[in-house]
């Protein structure tokens, strides 16, 4: 799978990103009546940052992972995003030959094992790039990517801008939007 081992990534993980999403909606919630396209933006970057955790696996039918094989293999994915992903460790942590893991979990997910493990990576650089100043590089290997040529470029297939730009307008949105709480508190 993609992925080269890089510093840890931090515990935030989906629960930062959970954490992210909703200060960007409360956020939108305070600007809303003032200014409707800020609240906009911020509900736009909240959507950024959920469509990484993918969709809804399917709990049942034929030749889906267990629930139980689903919660172990996303807590894995969860604890090892900044660090090499293979699957057949996966397939190992849902106790399957790495074959029927593959095509049970595309049946679960609506993706393979390694397109849903870079939404992950992309998803949490996401959530790095709004809630710390760290640099491009660093962000790319705590995300578990190769070096921030390798972010950018993955970032742009499935985001569809860099992440510096895309950085620049989230934080453009955050900053403006406490400025005006700020001001609406005085």
């Not at 995003?81 to 893991?101: I, Q």
């Given at each position: 799978m993609d992925g080269v081992q890089?510093?840890?990534?931090?515990?935030?993980?989906?629960?930062?990103?959970?954490?992210?999403?909703?200060?960007?909606?409360?956020?939108?919630?305070?600007?809303?009546?003032?200014?409707?396209?800020?609240?906009?933006?911020?509900?736009v970057n909240a959507g950024r940052l959920l469509d990484g955790l993918g969709p809804a696996p399917s709990i049942s039918g034929s030749g889906a992972l267990a629930p139980w094989q689903v919660l172990r293999?996303?807590?894995?994915?969860?604890?090892?995003?900044?660090?090499?992903?293979?699957?057949?460790?996966?397939?190992?942590?849902?106790?399957?030959?790495?074959s029927h893991f593959a095509r049970a979990f595309k049946v679960s997910f609506g993706m393979t094992p390694s397109a849903f493990v870079m939404t992950r990576r992309i998803a949490l650089a996401q959530h790095l790039m709004i809630s710390t100043p760290s640099q491009l590089c660093e962000i790319a290997l705590d995300c578990g990517l190769a070096n921030q040529a390798h972010l950018c470029r993955v970032f742009r297939r499935h985001v569809g801008q860099s992440p510096a730009a895309w950085r620049r307008a989230a934080v453009v949105e955050t900053e403006s939007v406490a400025r005006r709480r700020g001001r609406k508190a005085a």
């Amino acid at each position: 799978m993609d992925g080269v081992q890089g510093s840890a990534a931090p515990a935030s993980g989906a629960s930062g990103v959970f954490d992210t999403v909703a200060c960007l909606l409360t956020q939108a919630m305070a600007t809303l009546a003032e200014d409707p396209v800020r609240a906009q933006g911020c509900i736009v970057n909240a959507g950024r940052l959920l469509d990484g955790l993918g969709p809804a696996p399917s709990i049942s039918g034929s030749g889906a992972l267990a629930p139980w094989q689903v919660l172990r293999v996303r807590r894995h994915i969860e604890a090892n995003l900044g660090k090499r992903l293979y699957g057949t460790d996966l397939a190992a942590v849902a106790k399957l030959s790495f074959s029927h893991f593959a095509r049970a979990f595309k049946v679960s997910f609506g993706m393979t094992p390694s397109a849903f493990v870079m939404t992950r990576r992309i998803a949490l650089a996401q959530h790095l790039m709004i809630s710390t100043p760290s640099q491009l590089c660093e962000i790319a290997l705590d995300c578990g990517l190769a070096n921030q040529a390798h972010l950018c470029r993955v970032f742009r297939r499935h985001v569809g801008q860099s992440p510096a730009a895309w950085r620049r307008a989230a934080v453009v949105e955050t900053e403006s939007v406490a400025r005006r709480r700020g001001r609406k508190a005085a």
